[in-house]
């Protein structure tokens, strides 16, 4: 039995959506985080997901794989390693044991709000790297250039850090975040941004 079949055999879709943040309610429905989902939408299944509203489907892998931006092959291994599945075991002796880091519900959830905004703003600068950068030495150089410039990188390395790094460091990250107030900060601007896009929107129809 390969990776992909002792995860599936072992994690549930559900189970993998409420270690990963997502809030679970009747009928085992909840809120889609692959689009703008107010009202939940998304059904899971044991073996799979549905969401009514924009038809994102798959399996647990699936699920892992679009959550944290990963290819199905380490989406697998990061479920693998989440839920302590040892690949060279059985799928009824790794369902015996638990998760090496069993999370908290309230930093799971927290986990996952701290990288949507961070992976929000990071698809803003990565827009505005290219879309604002001068076109000539005699340009103006907008602000949103600089900002792009300024904290691309450091945006790309929370966002790892929260994806990728052991529990120990996403937590210090998370409250980092929170204490100085940097998420707030960033999801403002990004609420922002989208104002003014609108704005404009509504200006140029007009």
């Known amino acids: 039995m390969n990776l992909f079949e002792n995860v599936k055999a072992v994690v549930t879709v559900r189970q993998a959506a409420e270690h990963y943040g997502l809030k679970v309610g009747r009928g085992n429905m909840a809120c889609c985080p692959f689009h703008n989902d107010h009202t939940p939408s998304m059904k899971l299944n044991e073996d799979y997901f549905y969401c009514f509203g924009c038809g994102a489907t798959g399996d647990v892998i699936n699920l892992a794989a679009r959550l944290f931006n990963l290819s199905s092959y380490d989406a697998a291994k990061k479920l693998a390693y989440d839920f302590g599945i040892d690949p060279d075991k059985p799928p009824a002796a790794a369902a015996l044991r638990k998760p090496k880091y069993p999370l908290a519900k309230a930093f799971q959830r927290e986990e996952l709000h701290c990288r949507r905004v961070l992976c929000d703003y990071l698809h803003l600068l990565e827009n505005w790297k290219v879309q604002y950068a001068p076109k000539s030495p005699d ?14 990188d450091y945006i790309e390395d929370l966002t790892d850090i929260l994806t990728f790094a052991e529990l120990e460091a996403r937590v210090k990250t998370v409250d980092m975040l929170q204490e100085d107030g940097m998420i707030d900060r960033l999801e403002e601007r990004l609420k922002r941004t989208a104002k003014e896009v609108d704005a404009r929107d509504e200006t140029e129809i007009g």
């Open 139 to 152: 340009d103006t150089i907008d602000d949103r250039f600089v900002e792009a410039c300024q904290m691309l």
